[in-house]
């Protein structure tokens, strides 16, 4: 036995003209009996003074909306005995309208194998009406509202003096009327020629083979990407793609997509120059010609459901592309396409042309229609976005801070509704705080500055995720018959409290990152810094100074340091980075300003060295000017654990014979401390396995015992061609190293 009926009715109240309202209808089964046999339809008709706006809410139901007919259906079984199932949409009224009410019927004929204790009960609707005021009126105090969903103007965040102050407040009904600062107005590119066909993929011709063991097969085109895959020597692919740089090609092992490195690899067959250039990160799947994500107006008879999660759409049919949209559980999209291995299908989500995994989807048809889709989809109507990235980079910094602060209001006034009831206190309804939305950033800016923008969108989404989830647990509990108490049992509040306490945190991080970033974009370095500008990323960086250590943080949340000094022609410079404390294992490069990839230097502490430090002993400085030295850990990815430490960094000037040799270490006490090593005074015939100074030429050096001691010591000017012979058409002619065997022999001093 069903009923149809309003979870909260109340009398027919008269509506002004552009005034909205919300229609819950509630469906229930109210026998001892599952329904078994055939779908349930149901139809709700709203008078046609009325405009129906986005189903809300809709469990388990799939919904339809022609006119002002409202009609829903789910699937056979769903409802079982004595459980209830929730529809919410919104109305709009087009006139004035009094008295007025919906009707809400399940739809004859309808008949399955419990038909003896079948009856269908329908109960025309009273729809819940806002106050009849046109325009919304902010007041300084929370005023309740008629409505359960409130629709609320777009917000924006206007800046404090102290954006790290929460201020207690009381729990907002409405929202302060601010505006959200939009992302820039992007301008879409040509449409393909080919748009809406399925152009086959073009098959290179090459096949390569591993020619060692244990082959990395990694996600993106880069080193330290994920790695998905390990191969032996000697396994055979086809190559699906080359990368820009000519450095790694694209395979496909059992459909999943991977990258391997050029050296270790053979061409077997065809030639490589056949293959067409892509990446994941930057170049949409099917290259620009013929892109397979993107936007799309085609739909399909075909179809897929999200039966029980959420989903991303990616820009490929593999997880090292981008995210190009969310689709949220129970939705259906037309599928346009799929892989050889069927493993990735391509679908159509609102628009979106994007890949979904297809172990997520419940292919509506049947697993045949499959084997109808075209392989490697359909292409584009157009790309998602086209904008000048600099300037993208920038804006969406100051948007991702400024919704962070606005979701901030919701998270702080569920945390007080959730902790009101953990007190004790009975559930107040219908004063729900706005649901904060997920924000997916513009693919080419997401692409150009990834190592700073993808942990930033990733968390941002999981703390509006667990917001709305803490919102949502009050809605449904409002949902529903309260007992006589009206209390909430603690296992629901603790796990809202957590959702709350987890987003909180994210939130604080986000800020973290975000308030130097967004600050640094028009403020003007100090004499302690440096404002470091590459690709149109700017970035304001601490100073180093002749002497004076600096020490600072590497982790999973920022795995990348910079540093400045100021440089003059005729320096010799030295560089030590010290690990003082946790796992990690960074490389420090040191580049001019003017030229940022033509390194003058660079030294890495691996988890061998012992002490742990490195250095670059001799920075020869050719032009004055400023200098970037960059700290990294980016090969933390094919560790065990993140990485999460602290180190020192120490520049010293070892020019001439008076050149200091301070370096880096550790007292008794395991404090950090500069230490200057005595180097004996030179005595000829006496000390000549000693080194006088580390900067020193060949030329300075009078035999090849101080050469060989300077070399251990750390100079790079004695020995240009790396051979571990210093000074060799000098001081060291004829010299072989230890490590180095003479023909047949066994190596000599």
């Given at each position: 036995?069903?009923?149809?009926?309003?979870?909260?009715?109340?009398?027919?109240?008269?509506?002004?003209?552009?005034?909205?309202?919300?229609?819950?209808?509630?469906?229930?089964?109210?026998?001892?009996?599952?329904?078994?046999?055939?779908?349930?339809?149901?139809?709700?008709?709203?008078?046609?003074?009325?405009?129906?706006?986005?189903?809300?809410?809709?469990?388990?139901f799939?919904?339809?909306?022609?006119?002002?007919?409202?009609?829903?259906?789910?699937?056979?079984?769903?409802?079982?005995?004595?459980?209830?199932?929730?529809?919410?949409?919104q109305i709009?009224?087009?006139?004035?309208?009094?008295?007025?009410?919906?009707?809400?019927?399940?739809?004859?004929?309808?008949t399955d194998?419990?038909?003896?204790?079948?009856?269908?009960?329908?109960?025309?609707?009273?729809?819940?009406?806002?106050?009849a005021?046109?325009?919304?009126?902010?007041?300084?105090?929370?005023?309740?509202?008629?409505?359960?969903?409130?629709?609320?103007?777009?917000?924006?965040?206007?800046?404090?003096?102290?954006?790290?102050?929460?201020?207690?407040?009381?729990?907002?009904?409405?929202?302060?009327?601010t505006?959200i600062?939009?992302p820039?107005?992007?301008?879409?590119?040509?449409?393909?020629?080919?748009?809406?066909?399925?152009?086959?993929?073009?098959?290179?011709?090459?096949?390569?083979?591993?020619?060692?063991?244990?082959?990395?097969?990694?996600?993106?085109?880069?080193?330290?990407?994920?790695?998905?895959?390990?191969?032996?020597?000697?396994?055979?692919?086809?190559?699906?793609?080359?990368?820009?740089?000519?450095?790694?090609?694209?395979?496909?092992?059992?459909?999943?997509?991977?990258?391997?490195?050029?050296?270790?690899?053979?061409?077997?067959?065809?030639?490589?120059?056949?293959?067409?250039?892509?990446?994941?990160r930057?170049?949409?799947?099917?290259?620009?010609?013929?892109?397979?994500?993107?936007?799309?107006?085609?739909?399909?008879?075909?179809?897929?459901?999200?039966?029980?999660?959420g989903?991303?759409?990616?820009?490929?049919?593999?997880?090292?592309?981008?995210?190009?949209?969310?689709?949220?559980?129970?939705?259906?999209?037309?599928?346009?396409?799929?892989?050889?291995?069927?493993?990735?299908?391509?679908?159509?989500?609102?628009?979106?042309?994007?890949w979904?995994?297809s172990?997520?989807?419940?292919f509506?048809?049947g697993?045949?229609?499959?084997?109808?889709?075209?392989?490697?989809?359909?292409?584009?109507?157009?790309?998602?976005?086209?904008?000048?990235?600099?300037?993208?980079?920038?804006?969406?910094?100051?948007?991702?801070?400024?919704?962070?602060?606005?979701?901030?209001?919701?998270?702080?006034?569920?945390?007080?509704?959730?902790?009101?009831?953990?007190?004790?206190?009975?559930v107040?309804?219908?004063n729900?705080?706005?649901?904060?939305?997920?924000?997916?950033?513009?693919?080419?800016?997401?692409?150009?500055?990834?190592?700073?923008?993808?942990?930033?969108?990733?968390?941002?989404?999981q703390?509006?995720?667990?917001?709305?989830?803490?919102?949502?647990?009050?809605?449904?509990i409002?949902?529903?018959?309260?007992?006589?108490?009206?209390?909430?049992?603690?296992a629901?509040?603790v796990?809202?409290?957590?959702?709350?306490?987890?987003?909180?945190g994210?939130?604080?991080?986000?800020?973290?990152?975000?308030?130097?970033?967004?600050?640094?974009?028009?403020?003007?370095?100090?004499?302690?810094?440096?404002?470091?500008?590459?690709?149109?990323?700017?970035?304001?960086?601490?100073?180093?100074?002749?002497?004076?250590?600096?020490?600072?943080?590497?982790?999973?949340?920022?795995?990348?340091?910079?540093?400045?000094?100021?440089?003059g022609?005729?320096?010799?410079?030295?560089?030590?980075?010290?690990?003082?404390?946790?796992?990690?294992?960074?490389?420090?490069?040191?580049?001019?300003?003017?030229?940022?990839?033509?390194?003058?230097?660079?030294?890495?502490?691996?988890?061998?060295?012992?002490?742990?430090?490195?250095?670059?002993a001799?920075?020869?400085?050719?032009?004055?000017?400023?200098?970037?030295?960059?700290?990294?850990?980016?090969?933390?990815?094919?560790?065990?654990?993140p990485?999460?430490?602290?180190?020192?960094?120490?520049?010293?000037?070892?020019?001439g014979?008076?050149?200091?040799?301070?370096?880096?270490?550790?007292?008794?006490?395991?404090?950090?401390?500069?230490?200057?090593?005595?180097?004996?005074a030179?005595?000829?015939?006496?000390?000549?396995?000693?080194?006088?100074?580390?900067?020193?030429?060949?030329?300075?050096?009078?035999?090849?015992?101080?050469?060989?001691?300077?070399?251990?010591?750390?100079?790079?000017?004695?020995?240009?061609?790396?051979?571990?012979?210093?000074?060799e058409?000098?001081?060291?002619?004829?010299?072989?190293?230890?490590?180095?065997?003479?023909?047949?022999?066994?190596?000599?001093?």
């Amino acid at each position: 036995m069903f009923s149809v009926s309003a979870i909260s009715s109340q009398a027919s109240t008269t509506f002004v003209q552009n005034t909205s309202g919300t229609v819950t209808v509630l469906v229930a089964n109210i026998s001892a009996l599952d329904t078994v046999d055939v779908p349930i339809p149901l139809q709700i008709t709203v008078p046609s003074a009325f405009t129906v706006g986005a189903i809300t809410r809709s469990d388990n139901f799939t919904c339809v909306t022609a006119a002002n007919v409202v009609t829903c259906t789910i699937a056979a079984g769903s409802i079982l005995a004595g459980n209830t199932e929730t529809i919410i949409f919104q109305i709009t009224a087009t006139t004035v309208a009094t008295g007025v009410t919906v009707a809400a019927a399940l739809v004859a004929p309808w008949t399955d194998a419990n038909n003896a204790n079948n009856t269908r009960t329908s109960s025309a609707l009273d729809i819940v009406a806002p106050t009849a005021t046109p325009t919304r009126t902010p007041t300084p105090t929370a005023s309740p509202s008629s409505s359960p969903f409130p629709t609320f103007p777009v917000p924006t965040f206007t800046p404090t003096t102290n954006p790290f102050l929460v201020t207690p407040s009381a729990i907002p009904v409405t929202a302060t009327a601010t505006i959200i600062p939009q992302p820039p107005t992007r301008t879409p590119l040509p449409r393909p020629a080919n748009a809406g066909l399925a152009v086959p993929l073009p098959n290179t011709g090459v096949r390569v083979v591993t020619n060692r063991d244990d082959v990395n097969v990694r996600l993106v085109p880069a080193i330290g990407a994920e790695v998905v895959a390990y191969l032996p020597a000697g396994y055979d692919m086809a190559v699906e793609a080359r990368s820009a740089d000519n450095e790694w090609v694209r395979v496909d092992l059992s459909g999943q997509q991977g990258w391997v490195g050029f050296p270790v690899i053979t061409v077997i067959e065809g030639d490589l120059n056949n293959a067409p250039v892509a990446d994941p990160r930057t170049i949409p799947f099917g290259g620009w010609e013929n892109p397979r994500a993107g936007l799309t107006s085609v739909t399909s008879q075909y179809t897929g459901r999200l039966a029980n999660s959420g989903i991303r759409v990616r820009g490929g049919p593999s997880q090292g592309y981008p995210v190009l949209a969310n689709a949220p559980r129970y939705t259906v999209f037309s599928l346009l396409g799929r892989t050889a291995a069927n493993n990735w299908v391509q679908v159509n989500f609102e628009g979106t042309l994007g890949w979904v995994a297809s172990e997520f989807v419940e292919f509506q048809q049947g697993l045949g229609v499959l084997d109808l889709l075209p392989i490697g989809g359909i292409v584009a109507d157009a790309l998602p976005v086209s904008e000048p990235t600099g300037d993208a980079y920038n804006d969406t910094l100051s948007l991702l801070l400024a919704r962070t602060n606005i979701a901030q209001e919701s998270l702080d006034a569920i945390r007080a509704i959730w902790t009101q009831i953990a007190l004790g206190n009975r559930v107040e309804c219908g004063n729900y705080p706005a649901r904060p939305s997920d924000y997916n950033i513009p693919l080419p800016v997401l692409s150009a500055f990834s190592a700073t923008l993808t942990p930033l969108e990733r968390d941002f989404n999981q703390a509006m995720a667990n917001i709305r989830a803490a919102i949502d647990g009050l809605i449904d509990i409002c949902s529903r018959p309260q007992p006589a108490e009206g209390y909430v049992g603690q296992a629901v509040v603790v796990q809202a409290l957590d959702l709350v306490n987890a987003a909180d945190g994210l939130l604080a991080n986000i800020r973290a990152i975000l308030t130097p970033l967004v600050n640094d974009l028009n403020r003007v370095p100090t004499e302690d810094e440096c404002r470091f500008t590459y690709n149109n990323q700017s970035e304001i960086v601490p100073r180093l100074r002749i002497g004076q250590p600096r020490t600072a943080s590497l982790s999973t949340r920022r795995y990348v340091r910079g540093f400045c000094f100021d440089g003059g022609v005729g320096q010799t410079l030295r560089l030590e980075i010290l690990r003082t404390s946790g796992n990690i294992e960074p490389q420090v490069t040191v580049s001019p300003f003017s030229n940022p990839t033509g390194f003058l230097g660079t030294a890495r502490i691996s988890g061998q060295t012992e002490p742990p430090q490195a250095s670059i002993a001799s920075i020869t400085i050719t032009e004055t000017g400023q200098y970037i030295v960059i700290v990294s850990d980016l090969e933390w990815n094919s560790r065990t654990l993140p990485p999460d430490g602290e180190f020192a960094i120490l520049l010293s000037d070892v020019s001439g014979a008076g050149g200091s040799l301070s370096g880096l270490g550790f007292d008794a006490s395991g404090n950090l401390v500069i230490t200057t090593p005595t180097i004996a005074a030179f005595t000829p015939g006496v000390n000549t396995g000693v080194c006088p100074n580390i900067s020193y030429t060949c030329a300075q050096l009078s035999t090849c015992e101080q050469a060989r001691a300077c070399l251990a010591a750390g100079s790079t000017t004695i020995d240009g061609d790396f051979d571990g012979i210093p000074c060799e058409d000098y001081l060291c002619t004829g010299f072989i190293p230890t490590n180095t065997p003479a023909g047949g022999g066994t190596g000599n001093e």
